[in-house]
């Protein structure tokens, strides 16, 4: 497989960035790729993800737009639907639940671009099911607390960023900050979002003549901003173009590369790996913009958006097909592994929400028939969250959940 397609059908896997979640397009765009080629680990990916930072969120003021309610009493602990291929119904475990889910459309333009169009189904906090977003919404990250979505409109990047009531569908306030942007995503406390800005749409693939005959990825990173979800205000412009590093080969750059948070969001980290057989790490950065060493437990991070538990005791690492492994956080060495493929969030300090290729085992050739399940460590137990994922009607790709605390 050339480099070309490579990038063209890993752009399309990556239905929803999230942050994002999770949903899983995060927001990973070669990486779900060069594991399923090369470790035959589950390519779900979303960057935009969206998958929220693992962290407790305490209860907080409703009249912040990005803050959850105070968690009622008696909320059932799992709420599963296994027989639901394609969600219609929530599904959580824990402390976090399924804010929605994202597909894809590869929208190949006249000039022969091709585009990554998302679609997005969102919860209604009223009648608990997922409903179909408006299609101008092209990038959406759920706050915790599932009640308040940021939202990008038209084809990437986008002039502001809006703040949408998912139980009323409407935007209650526009955002605008000095440069575009084609990411955003929520602090683990709900308070701030970091806007990843670009020139260019990351996720249009250019036809370049004289060059191959697919469209190519191109990189427009120009920085990032932070944002104040209950005032509106819009911090320094950070300036971050993308390396040479991340631009190097098919494998060692990609034209998304988002901005992330910490798991106590004081510091901000850009996904990097190292292929076609490295490893994945982490670059990291203060909110001042400068580089600098990872948080001390996050040392040993990698791909999964899971990251650290809520305890900060464990710590998510890569997955492969016989399993995923739980690092000690301060030592970096295996202590447990759990059965499944790629791990999304923590339910708690000792449960994760993942995917895994359930019933039967990952074969390498099946990774994509994956289910949402809740894994704990120390056990071999899977508890089905939802049934194998399938394809929404018209869309290429499977859906990819898109996870935060609820």
């Known amino acids: 497989m050339n480099v070309d397609r490579l990038v063209r059908e890993t752009l399309q896997e990556q239905a929803a960035e999230q942050p994002g979640p999770s949903g899983d397009l995060a927001g990973r765009v070669l990486a779900a790729r060069r594991r399923r080629r090369n470790r035959a680990v589950t390519g779900a990916a979303l960057a935009t993800a969206v998958v929220a930072a693992a962290v407790a969120v305490p209860a907080l003021d409703s009249s912040d737009p990005g803050r959850r309610d105070v968690r009622p009493a008696g909320r059932p602990d799992v709420v599963a639907h296994p027989d639901q291929a394609v969600p219609r119904d929530f599904v959580a475990a824990g402390r976090v639940g399924m804010a929605g889910y994202a597909a894809f459309r590869d929208m190949r333009q006249r000039n022969g671009d091709e585009v990554l169009v998302r679609s997005y189904w969102l919860l209604n906090p009223r009648t608990q099911k997922y409903e179909k977003a408006d299609d101008r919404w092209a990038w959406v990250a759920v706050a915790p607390g599932m009640r308040t979505a940021a939202v990008l409109e038209g084809e990437l990047p986008a002039r502001r960023i809006g703040l949408l009531d998912l139980a009323s569908g409407e935007v209650t306030r526009w955002i605008t900050p000095a440069h575009p942007a084609a990411a955003v995503e ?78 106590d969001g004081s510091r901000l980290y850009v996904q990097q790996y190292e292929g076609p057989r490295g490893r994945n790490y982490r670059d990291w950065y203060t909110m001042a913009g400068d580089r600098t060493a990872a948080p001390e437990r996050e040392r040993h991070a990698g791909w999964p958006r899971a990251g650290l538990s809520p305890d900060g005791k464990l710590l998510a690492a890569d997955g492969t097909t016989e399993g995923s492994p739980i690092l000690d956080p301060r030592t970096g060495k295996q202590i447990a592994r759990v059965p499944s493929s790629e791990q999304l969030a923590w339910a708690d300090s000792n449960r994760l929400i993942a995917l895994s290729c359930g019933p039967g085992p990952c074969t390498g050739k099946n990774e994509q028939r994956t289910r949402l399940v809740l894994v704990t460590v120390g056990s071999d137990r899977t508890v089905p969250l939802t049934a194998l994922r399938e394809r929404p009607k018209g869309y290429k790709g499977v859906w990819s959940p898109m996870l935060t605390t609820r």
């Open 186 to 263: 929520w602090s683990p406390d709900g308070k701030r979002l970091v806007a990843t800005t670009y020139s260019k749409n990351p996720d249009r693939l250019v036809k370049v003549p004289g060059t191959s005959p697919a469209p190519q990825q191109h990189f427009s990173r120009t920085g990032w901003v932070v944002v104040d979800a209950a005032s509106g205000d819009v911090g320094p412009f950070r300036e971050l173009p993308q390396t040479p590093g991340e631009k190097d080969g098919g494998y060692a750059g990609v034209a998304r590369q988002d901005l992330h948070w910490s798991h």
